[in-house]
């Protein structure tokens, strides 16, 4: 798994290409721009492509012979779809391919103060998950929020064994904020680990999350982030810098 870095840790290209969940999840998306994608951005060796379900086994074909993984969504983008839907979603797509899956929570039923009924959802995908040896992520939509909620889902998602926390879709007006991600990262153990995803397009940025905790990042940004790190690394400032420091391309508006 990617590692978690202290401030002043010094990075390499590739350890910011580990970092990175690529998103192809635009609806319009056609199944020979997924492919092309997905080639690309294995041989870019990244950590892994996040593609649509129905994508999976056609991304698991793509990148084929390289590190890079699959990762899918599950009841993207508004976690409104039962929980047996989610459970049969994960299930096809772990056949098809996928080891890791980005489950969005039932936000509705968290906002409603439904807490148990959160937890029992995200449960009944982790089963799956682990049992295939996959990881899980839980998205919380952020924006759509607020901190006790946000701290209730982060909660509920430990408590249901998830191996992650994440803030967002990218299809609902907000992405990663750093006070979203110091909150989720200050909200749950240690074992569970905070993916940003949402506003992370400048290697600054990013940087700022790995020092708030963060151990994946979701963009569609991955060219630019990686031709700013080979320009950070060539320059030796690829470096973690204290927690706090604001940047000013932590907006988190969209992927």
């Not at 096809?92 to 489950?103: F, S």
């Not at 905070?194 to 940087?207: E, I, N, P, Q």
Request: glycine share 10%; net charge negative.
């Amino acid at each position: 798994m990617p590692n978690t870095y202290a401030p002043g840790s010094t990075l390499t290209v590739q350890d910011v290409a580990d970092l990175v969940d690529h998103a192809l999840l635009k609806p319009e998306l056609t199944p020979a721009e997924v492919e092309r994608s997905c080639r690309e951005l294995a041989a870019a060796e990244i950590w892994s492509v996040c593609v649509r379900p129905s994508d999976v086994a056609l991304a698991a074909g793509a990148v084929q012979g390289h590190r890079t993984r699959v990762c899918t969504v599950i009841g993207f983008p508004h976690g409104t779809t039962s929980t047996a839907a989610k459970v049969a979603e994960s299930r096809q797509a772990l056949e098809d391919g996928a080891t890791e899956l980005d489950m969005v929570l039932n936000i509705g039923r968290l906002r409603g103060g439904d807490v148990q009924q959160v937890q029992a959802d995200i449960a009944a995908v982790v089963q799956v998950g682990h049992e295939a040896g996959a990881l899980v992520k839980v998205i919380l939509e952020t924006a759509l929020l607020d901190d006790e909620q946000k701290v209730a889902g982060c909660r509920a998602a430990e408590a249901a064994g998830a191996d992650f926390v994440k803030t967002s879709t990218g299809f609902a007006g907000g992405g990663a904020t750093l006070p979203d991600v110091r909150l989720m990262r200050a909200s749950t153990g240690e074992h569970v680990q905070v993916k940003a995803s949402g506003g992370v397009r400048d290697v600054d940025t990013l940087l700022a999350m790995c020092a708030e905790g963060v151990t994946r990042i979701g963009t569609s940004s991955t060219e630019a982030l990686l031709a700013g790190a080979r320009e950070r690394a060539d320059a030796g400032t690829l470096v973690v810098p204290e927690p706090g420091q604001d940047v000013a391309g932590a907006d988190g508006r969209g992927y």
